[in-house]
């Protein structure tokens, strides 16, 4: 599916409302204005819907999914209440994940929900049937020059299903004001590249180029030039 790598070089995936308190209920209107009026990136409860959007428009089967992201720092689920919203589309009667809000992780292709391995630009991916406290299936990933074995990137569960677009507003506020959000303290932007991917902080730019990796300290005034230039938001 070309539109994923294309949605994945054109929406970085930014925090930017977030911390600067602007943002706005989660229509489909308002998630256009954002993406495609205003050209900002968003998280995944913004990027997400909006690809939904999409492939409902172009006659898809589609459907959203919540679920809960695995931290391999701490070897274990973020907890905070099903906060990552994804995509299950049917097709051709198969199941498939489709994600386009997941950082620099993304997969670029649907993923079989067969357990399947996907191999594409960014690593490989697959879903495995693996109960869990937040779902039936879980999202593996290795990512290509940076794991060399398979990590969990989160569980999902396909027999609760968003039914419209304005439930994410649950997840919006959790983000916003939870003590253990990883979006409401400090800047984060990550974009994928032809050539690998560039990730933005407010101490450091790094930018990964054909399995090369660079990286730079920075101070605020090169943060805000770089959240400028080189992903188009304003922190």
């Known amino acids: ?3 994923l790598r294309k949605t994945a070089r054109t929406f970085p995936f930014e925090n930017s409302r977030v911390l600067n308190n602007t943002t706005r209920p989660l229509t489909k209107d308002n998630l256009i204005k954002k993406l495609l009026i205003e050209k900002e990136g968003g998280l995944c409860y913004e990027l997400n819907p909006l690809l939904y959007f999409f492939l409902l428009e172009n006659g898809f089967d589609a459907r959203m999914v919540r679920g809960e992201v695995f931290v391999e720092a701490k070897q274990d689920w973020t907890n ?3 906060t990552h919203v994804a995509i299950i589309l049917q097709h051709k009667g198969q199941s498939w994940l489709v994600d386009t809000g997941f950082g620099g992780n993304l997969p670029l292709r649907p993923v079989p929900l067969t357990g399947e391995t996907v191999n594409t630009g960014n ?8 109960d869990s406290k937040y779902g039936n299936y879980r999202l593996e990933m290795k990512l290509r020059n940076k794991q060399s074995e398979w990590h969990i990137g989160y569980a999902f569960d396909t027999n609760r299903q968003v039914n419209k677009v304005s439930e994410l507003d649950e997840v919006q506020d959790i983000i916003k004001h939870h003590d253990q959000s990883p979006f409401n303290k400090n800047p984060l932007a990550v974009q994928l590249t032809d050539d690998g991917s560039k990730t933005l902080t407010d101490s450091s730019y790094t930018e990964w180029n054909r399995g090369k990796k660079y990286k730079r300290d920075i101070d605020k ?3 805000q030039l770089l959240a400028r230039e080189q992903f188009g938001i304003e922190f």
Request: proline share 0%.
């Open 1 to 3: 599916m070309n539109c």
């Open 80 to 82: 905070l209440g099903r």
């Open 123 to 130: 690593g490989e991916f697959r879903v495995k049937q693996s």
């Open 221 to 223: 005034t090169a943060f």
